[in-house]
């Protein structure tokens, strides 16, 4: 992809150029994309920045998941408000699955080999956000069953921990997604290529915890680890991604 094309991978379009052509329903809700619909197919270039803006948002959507596993591990602050797991994790993957088949249809139409190699991109960082919320929807169902548990202070606290770092990884990504700039994906980069030591320190308290637990527990805590680490990894790649970009 040229120089051109690249800088506008995550560039957002102004609310004003949105809004006149692509006016938003008022009444919509977290189970309909806010950007793309099929009016859109008839001017691809302008619907590439409209796919852009749409992953942007449905990355906006993961911090509720964040919120969710904190409260299964008995961490959240008082006062959140909380999403419903079951509405959030049907709009999430409705709204991906909308826009694989938007970018799917914007492919048939007359567009340039440039344009292509971008949609390409595209559907790469669709899938990578597919798989965060595959992991995180994951925990979450892992960790209320294994709280439900006999569950000490060094496997509670290991939940504890596995949940902020995952909010660390998915602050820095959104950072990184909504202002591309060297700065957030060195800093994402950063983060998630240091993620060995992470993984070693939660293996070494896995360890400690395993001898507390019941054969559930332990299998359910292998499960939370097995998780944690491929959500690790999918940063991993949407670094990788992002910085071959810059």
Request: hydrophobic letters at 40%.
């Amino acid at each position: 992809l040229n120089v051109a094309v690249l800088a506008t991978l995550f560039a957002p379009l102004t609310p004003k150029i949105l809004n006149k052509f692509f006016p938003q329903d008022a009444n919509d809700d977290i189970m309909k994309p806010k950007f793309i619909n099929d009016q859109a197919l008839s001017e691809p270039e302008f619907a590439v920045d409209l796919i852009a803006l749409e992953e942007q948002d449905i990355c906006k959507r993961l911090p509720p998941y964040i919120d969710l596993l904190r409260k299964e591990a008995g961490t959240l602050e008082t006062g959140v408000k909380i999403v419903a797991k079951e509405r959030l994790h049907d709009s999430y993957t409705h709204v991906c699955t909308t826009l694989k088949e938007f970018v799917q249809d914007l492919m048939h139409e007359s567009i340039s080999s440039q344009t292509a190699e971008y949609l390409l991109d595209r559907l790469e960082v669709l899938s990578i956000l597919e798989a965060f919320e595959e992991h995180l929807w994951a925990l979450i169902n892992l960790f209320e069953d294994f709280m439900k548990g006999q569950v000490t202070d060094n496997p509670r606290k290991l939940v504890g921990n596995i949940c902020e770092v995952l909010d660390i990884f998915l602050m820095t990504t959104m950072d990184a997604i909504d202002d591309p700039d060297s700065q957030n994906i060195e800093i994402l980069t950063i983060t998630s290529s240091g993620s060995g030591d992470q993984m070693k320190n939660l293996r070494k308290a896995y360890l400690a915890s395993e001898l507390a637990l019941d054969d559930q527990g332990r299998n359910n805590l292998r499960w939370i680890l097995f998780h944690f680490e491929n959500y690790i990894i999918a940063t991993q790649r949407i670094a990788s991604l992002l910085d071959k970009h810059n």
